[in-house]
């Protein structure tokens, strides 16, 4: 019985140092972890609306929808375009694009934030191509609108990648749903006012 005791003593000294420590670790990684998500963000905002002051780029929640609003100066005067997160549910995870649109809900740029898509196949959706400096499959997104949006296997206009329909697909139907959805809200929002 004493055996026990102490055994489950020693479990209890050794979980307290344990939980202590990975406290102590998150402690000191979250404002860091926090930083970098902040930094990722910004640097997406500014690749999808190029012609927006990165300084002027402001959040709005409208009608249950996150987007951010671009202005090409530092006062905020000049709306140059929207931005927004997609999200579809790839191959193996949910892949998150920021998508900028001018004011006419033009694609201007994309960014992929997260994606964990089967390296060589899926992830082929942030791949540069060899002579080139940006990723061929999001480029093809810049100057469409949603509608008509879809890869070439729907009869669309976006060429999908080869053994990377399903990722394909994620990442064009949630730019598609998304830039639709963003589009209803700003115009019934500014037809309110």
């Given at each position: 019985?004493?055996?026990?005791?102490?055994?489950?003593?020693?479990?209890?000294?050794?979980?307290?140092?344990?939980?202590?420590?990975?406290?102590?670790?998150?402690?000191?990684?979250?404002?860091?972890?926090?930083?970098?998500?902040?930094?990722?963000?910004?640097?997406?905002?500014?690749?999808?609306?190029?012609?927006?002051?990165?300084?002027?780029?402001?959040?709005?929640?409208?009608?249950?929808?996150?987007?951010?609003?671009?202005?090409?100066t530092?006062?905020?005067?000049d709306?140059?375009g929207?931005?927004?997160?997609?999200?579809?549910?790839?191959?193996?995870?949910?892949?998150?694009?920021?998508?900028?649109?001018?004011?006419?809900?033009?694609?201007?740029?994309?960014?992929?934030?997260?994606?964990?898509?089967?390296?060589?196949?899926?992830?082929?959706?942030?791949?540069?191509?060899?002579?080139?400096?940006?990723?061929w499959?999001?480029?093809?997104?810049?100057?469409?609108?949603?509608?008509?949006?879809?890869?070439?296997?729907?009869?669309?206009?976006?060429?999908?990648?080869t053994?990377?329909t399903?990722?394909?697909?994620?990442?064009?139907?949630?730019?598609?749903d998304?830039?639709?959805?963003?589009?209803?809200?700003?115009?019934?929002?500014?037809?309110?006012?």
């Amino acid at each position: 019985m004493n055996d026990i005791v102490k055994l489950g003593g020693i479990l209890l000294l050794f979980s307290a140092i344990a939980g202590g420590a990975l406290s102590v670790v998150n402690a000191i990684t979250k404002p860091r972890i926090e930083l970098q998500k902040k930094l990722v963000l910004e640097r997406a905002l500014t690749t999808a609306l190029p012609m927006a002051n990165k300084d002027a780029i402001v959040p709005v929640e409208q009608d249950n929808m996150l987007y951010y609003k671009g202005y090409k100066t530092p006062d905020k005067q000049d709306l140059v375009g929207y931005a927004f997160v997609a999200s579809g549910k790839g191959y193996s995870s949910t892949i998150e694009t920021m998508v900028g649109v001018d004011t006419t809900f033009t694609i201007t740029g994309l960014s992929i934030l997260q994606q964990v898509e089967t390296p060589g196949l899926g992830t082929k959706i942030e791949e540069v191509r060899y002579g080139e400096s940006t990723p061929w499959f999001q480029d093809q997104f810049v100057d469409k609108t949603w509608n008509g949006l879809a890869v070439d296997k729907d009869g669309g206009n976006i060429t999908s990648i080869t053994g990377a329909t399903i990722s394909s697909r994620a990442v064009t139907k949630s730019i598609h749903d998304g830039l639709k959805q963003l589009e209803a809200t700003v115009r019934q929002h500014h037809s309110d006012m």
